[in-house]
T-cell receptor, first 111, second 116 residues
Framework: TQLLEQSPQFLSIQEGENLTVYCNSS?????LQWYRQEPGEGPVLLVTVVTGGEVKKLKRLTFQFGDARKDSSLHITAAQPGDTGLYLCAGVDFGNEKLTFGTGTRLTIIP | NAGVTQTPKFQVLKTGQSMTLQCAQD?????MSWYRQDPGMGLRLIHYSVGAGITDQGEVPNGYNVSRSTTEDFPLRLLSAAPSQTSVYFC???????????????FGPGTRLTVT
């Protein structure tokens, strides 16, 4: 079973600060996704990165896929209370019809 | 267009009881899957289906059965509930399933199951 470790597990910061969360594996993935989940709801897709070294931006969120396709990062600039939630990364195996989810980072933005 | 619906939203079972968690989607998606979410462990794949009549096991299939008689429905059956099956269960669907350019998975709102 491939493992995706996310760090930190919990993060609580003040509104307006910047932050980065990480998703790491010893395995190579064909693509990687980031989801955000709010309490009582299912995860919602934020982005899919496919190419090693790829960078995608979604407003104040910047996603990067590692050159070796084993890791990814999510950087949030000027965090807002609406960014609060559980952030999950998920990797797609080459030739495998399954997603492997990371352990999650629970982010709290304090107004 | 309701997306992915799950019933019930909450359920309490006694050890040894059986039940079926319902999942339906109205987006004509071929790929459907069931996950369980436990604290500190992310989501783990239980079973998945790439189309009507086709199912396969995921990472944690023991104690669960599935069937896919129609494109729309993908029920999850707990055969004999155990306290270790206490979890939040999510159903998801997507057009074609994991590919190098993975289609977006749409998740239902979840079923919170407690087994006493």
């Amino acid at each position: 079973t491939q493992l995706l470790e996310q760090s930190p597990q919990f993060l609580s910061i003040q509104e307006g600060e910047n932050l980065t969360v990480y998703c790491n594996s010893s395995s190579v993935f064909s693509s990687l996704q980031w989801y955000r989940q709010e309490p009582g709801e299912g995860p919602v897709l934020l982005v899919t990165v496919v190419t090693g070294g790829e960078v995608k931006k979604l407003k104040r969120l910047t996603f990067q896929f590692g050159d070796a396709r084993k890791d990814s990062s999510l950087h949030i600039t000027a965090a807002q209370p609406g960014d609060t939630g559980l952030y999950l990364c998920a990797g797609v195996d080459f030739g495998n019809e399954k997603l492997t989810f990371g352990t999650g980072t629970r982010l709290t933005i304090i107004p | 267009n309701a997306g992915v619906t799950q019933t019930p939203k909450f359920q309490v079972l006694k050890t040894g009881q059986s039940m079926t968690l319902q999942c339906a989607q109205d987006m004509n998606h071929e790929y459907m899957s069931w996950y369980r979410q436990d604290p500190g462990m992310g989501l783990r794949l239980i079973h998945y289906s790439v189309g009507a009549g086709i199912t396969d096991q995921g990472e944690v299939p023991n104690g669960y059965n599935v069937s896919r008689s129609t494109t729309e429905d993908f029920p999850l059956r707990l055969l004999s509930a155990a306290p270790s099956q206490t979890s939040v269960y999510f159903c998801a669907s997507s057009w074609q399933g994991p590919t190098p350019r993975f289609d977006e998975q749409y998740f239902g709102p979840g079923t919170r199951l407690t087994v006493t």
